[in-house]
């Protein structure tokens, strides 16, 4: 049966099983052995595996993910941490072009069995470089999946497959979800990798969403309900692969979308998954589409200005609103 | 060897850092100041010692242990409060509220990475700008032993040691990267490394403020006459956790009772009585000054005006 | 009157004359003084205004932005060339959250005039790390200009308004340009930043396209015309500020729209126009949005490849026709 | 110091390199291979000497800088021409055509990094990962000495002294950096920085390959022994441009007249007859065995197929 656990400690638990069941599996990272993470989601992982297995790194992004690299294709499995997922540009090179095109560069030679955790997110005060969701910064790079867990058991099945998958993958976990609790499945739990979840049925509006926008979007749709409008949330689970199929079965239903990401409107998974609706499923639009994320500034590191800046459950339901007058 | 009026000012600088600390762990307290700090106690001999030697034209990059460089940099007390407070006194008038953004142009204190090491990329740039617009501006940059061993150092110390600019790096070396000590994380003495990069490499005991001073004040004239960087490595101690409220359990007692006998504020109040600059009442009456002059920054910084929306997209473009 | 120059010589011509105005402007890169570029843009300047500001750097990307961005903020006006584009991955945080974001994370303290010359796009046989055309993935990083010249007279123009201008510019340069000839107009040519060119009027289907993409695009029109379709031809001149008045004036009359690019499909400025498109002038649409970019694969090392896996001003001619039967 | 039979390996491997090169430049000639390539004619000698140190299990990164040291490490001509021909014969079958993608796993051959550093990361992570998986191999990168300021090589260097990697960065100082001279971009000696890592470092002039074996046998065994990583530098000289066809009108004829001098291939051949291990004849048998092999190999290549546009999206992901 079922126990309601976090999302962090779902996290932990991946990790702890998958180490356990493969010893090329490798955690490394800043603090996330002997200090069990800066979150707290990695503790006990050193003492049950020992120091060559929960690795304290330097800091030194682009060795995190550029020596990563080097572990994946000589035999080893590594999950490899950033300390915050804004760190992806102090090792770009590596995550983009090494990380994700070195077996296709060197003619399918190698794999790269890697795991990237990236704790996303603005949580209060962060500020520019500490705040960011940057999962549509791989886009424009084939060769990894991305990755973003909207809850617990996500957390632990996507992280779990992803540490068992060989591509590389990169793995958006939301800072602000750490503590979020949920139920998870007993035993070997997995989640397929870029397989969309709806996670509420609805038929006058598709919200798409993933990570911690996700629980946003279905207390919109609750508030929805209450004024008569049904609106269905799809969790796309990450950006690659994207369940298209999904996303456009759902827009047949509804014939309108609305797109929810915590990172800027500009640049984002919204403009990605817009452009190919507005080339693939036009038709299927009753309603011009609406991206709701935050606003195109950097993310002030005023708290108060951050919470003006960020994408609210307001926002989605006044969006939802807008197309339904 | 420092001189008589050195000594005070750095001690007063020093002890006004404190005081400016203890009054901000006041107004977290009250919820007034977010919680996201890195106290610098145990450091406000290296920065203090170091900055001091700087002129007000010269550049400072400060790191986030602490606000003893920028304050010894010249930037207002009253403006410091206000940053974190994120309200109108601030440098950035509301807009940074906590660590990392400070900027003070005036004084010389350009800003902060919030990425450890881009401070050193950029303090390179401002070396290499005072050398092409031939001015004697001196930069100093500050990090510590973690964010030593970031990529961007390596490219920095290059270039300083290339084009012989008038550059110091200090490397405060707490031994800790939050939980990761120097040894589990660093080859060879970050001493060492200024040779690699053809400049001057000292290592000095961040206990003692006036020492630091010292050797800090070599490397700025040594850069003034154009005879390039030095690398300052600063033995100091983080006589707390990484941030407020770090429990630290990482960190054996030991290590943590050591550290306690390393207060550079500590040993440098001694210091000043030993060498008969001040006595016992000489020294009390300049805390007193100290701590008043703290606290009546702190209650005019409080009246600030939080910033409101219409600030959020204003100074994305110029 | 106008003279007749290649664009290489254009940017060079924007060089000198902005040196020679202001002597705050310098020039820095790898092999861009002594040697004049490894791709001959930046020959005579070394000589004329000395190793001060013509700056042979190491081969430190990091160092090159960053390093641009503290001269930019103590009184100099630096203008950073990264020998390829790509590179921009290799000091991704230096160009995303420095030079774009300093100036506000500091409320506003700052300028940070600078421009970072990026020479983009594939040429045969770059292979995956010198090909790329990453103009998008400064776009979720708010504070900088991009600007992308697609002719001589607008290489000059923007290049000398970038310069000028008090933002930092990303200014991308097409290598696959470099030996192309148009005339450029005499004196102090200035090209307005963020304003789109009509270069060529069509009522049928609007492409819009940057950079190289334009001239493929101008291409396709005229084969279109041929079949009787008629193409306007936008060129946006980058991506930031984007002129969407001019785009959705253009649909308006065509109310088909094409968006050409060199990027891989995904993750480029394309989706995000689509984008754009698809939540303010969806009802200006009378067919799907198309997308052309190349194939979302990292870029063949094999020119042959390449070429198949490169957008073809044919693809964008088969688009149109699409869109019209 | 290096026997007899070393010797003559060295020879005829830095041999067959040459004429292997000779041999990719008329392809080159004939349009049937890319003209961007970057020679490795005076290099041979770095090259050769130090991989032939190593064994088939231990791991190589290459530079972009000629062949020798992958043709060294056992990768057959004929596919390394197949690579260059772009086709079924080559490594990567055809995906790569021309300079930087070459990869042979069953020889220890990992790849390269197009950017110029990327490199020495991912050996930094293969020597950890053998020293996890507990085996004994050792892992040797190679870069120039423009690559080598580059912040990726401070954080490889940093985690290789630190965890004490059984690593080998051999860095290629040929005083050139396409146009950018050493001096003008370099603090210090490349040498000097392992020291400030904690580890070892060798200087060795390359134009005598034999004694670079010595130096890099030297590094091999330490390593092995689990005593850590060392950081060679290897004078040596570029005879070419950067690229086939440079003008280098940024280089001094006296510099490259000098370079001229310091070719290790003709300096090795008459260290040969020099110490009689092999006599002018012995030397030239060697030679005509060495074309005639490098001949074969081209003509062989050749009838390669091309990859077909089906080819594009495989192995993008597994
Ligand atoms: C590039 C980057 N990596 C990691 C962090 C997160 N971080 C902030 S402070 C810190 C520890 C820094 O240690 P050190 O440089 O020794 O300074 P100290 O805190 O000891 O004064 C870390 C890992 C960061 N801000 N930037
Ligand atoms: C990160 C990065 N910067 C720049 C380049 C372009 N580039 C290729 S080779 C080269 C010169 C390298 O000089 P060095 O490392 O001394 O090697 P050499 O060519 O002298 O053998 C440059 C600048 C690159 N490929 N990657
Ligand atoms: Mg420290
Ligand atoms: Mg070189």
């Known amino acids: 049966m079922p126990r309601t656990i976090s999302y962090s400690q779902a996290i932990n638990e991946a990790l702890t099983e998958e180490m356990e069941r493969d010893e090329r599996v490798v955690l490394m990272g800043e603090d996330v052995g002997r200090m069990g993470g800066i979150f707290g989601v990695t503790p006990g992982i050193y003492e049950k595996f020992g120091a060559d297995r929960a690795i304290d790194t ?101 992280l779990k497959a992803a540490i068992r998958d060989d591509n590389p993958v990169a793995f958006f976990e939301h800072k602000g979800l750490y503590a979020m609790k949920g139920e998870v499945p007993d035993g070997d739990h997995l989640v397929e990798i870029g397989k969309a979840d709806i996670k509420r049925q609805g038929t006058d509006v598709t919200i798409v969403a993933w990570g911690k926008m996700v629980g946003l979007s279905l207390k919109a749709a609750e508030q929805l309900q209450k004024q008569g409008i049904s609106a269905e949330v799809l969790d796309t689970r990450g950006l690659r692969p994207l369940d298209t199929e999904a996303i456009f079965a759902s827009i047949e239903k509804t014939g309108r979308l609305i797109i929810a990401q915590e990172a800027p409107k500009s640049g984002g998974g919204a403009s990605e998954i817009a452009a190919i609706v507005a080339e693939e499923a036009l038709d299927l639009l009753e309603a011009p589409i609406i991206r709701v994320g935050a606003m195109d500034v950097p993310i002030p590191q005023n708290a108060m200005l951050e919470a003006l800046v960020l994408p609210t459950s307001a926002d989605i339901e006044r969006a939802a609103i807008s197309m339904l007058r | 060897m420092t001189d008589k009026d050195t000594r005070i000012a750095i001690y007063r600088t020093m002890y006004t850092a404190q005081a400016w600390e203890l009054a901000l762990m006041r107004l977290i307290d009250e919820g007034l100041a977010p919680p996201s700090y890195h106290p610098g106690r145990g450091s406000e001999g290296s920065e203090v010692g170091a900055t001091l030697a700087l002129r007000k034209s010269d550049y400072l990059l400060y790191d986030h242990r602490g606000m003893s460089h920028i304050i010894a940099k010249g930037t207002p007390l009253k403006a410091l409060f206000g940053d974190f407070l994120g309200n109108s006194f601030g440098t950035t008038r509301g807009l940074g509220a906590g660590i990392v953004h400070v900027a003070d142009p005036d004084n010389g204190v350009l800003g902060q990475s919030g990425t450890l090491g881009g401070s050193q990329l950029i303090a390179a740039g401002a070396a290499l700008s005072s050398k092409i617009r031939k001015t004697d501006q001196v930069t100093m940059c500050f990090f510590g032993d ?173």
């Open chain 2, 146 to 318: 973690g964010a030593a061993n970031r990529g961007t150092f390596h490219e920095a110390a290059n270039a300083a040691g290339a084009w012989k600019l008038p550059l110091i790096f200090v490397i405060q070396n707490n031994g800790w990267a939050v939980s990761t000590s120097t040894e589990q994380a660093t080859g060879g003495r970050y001493v060492d490394r200024a040779h690699g990069y053809g400049f001057v490499g000292e290592w000095v005991d961040g206990a003692d403020a006036f020492a630091v001073h010292d050797v800090a004040q070599r490397a700025v004239d040594r850069a003034r006459r154009g005879e390039g960087a030095t690398l300052i490595e600063v033995k100091t101690v983080r006589l707390t956790g990484h941030y407020a409220g770090d429990p630290q359990a990482y960190r054996t007692t030991d290590d943590k009772e050591l550290a306690a006998t390393q207060d550079p504020i500590v040993l440098a109040r001694a210091k000043l009585i030993e060498l008969g600059d001040l006595d016992e009442e000489g020294v009390t009456d300049l805390e007193l000054e100290a701590r008043a002059a703290v606290d009546v920054a702190a209650e005019e910084a409080k009246p600030g005006i939080q910033p409101t929306a219409d600030r959020i997209d204003q100074y994305i473009y110029a």
């Open chain 1, 58 to 158: 330097p800091i030194s992004e682009m060795l995190i993910v550029g020596g990563a690299v080097g572990m994946a294709i000589t035999g080893l499995r590594p999950v490899a941490e950033l300390q915050f997922a804004d760190f992806i540009f102090n090792a770009a090179d590596e995550t983009f072009s090494k990380m994700s095109k070195w077996r296709y560069m060197h003619g399918g030679q190698f794999t790269v069995p890697m795991v990237l955790r990236l704790p996303e997110g603005a949580t209060g005060g962060g500020g520019a470089e500490h705040s960011q969701c940057p999962e549509a910064a791989l886009l424009e790079h084939p060769g990894s999946h991305i990755v973003v867990a909207s809850n617990p058991a996500d957390a632990k099945g996507l």
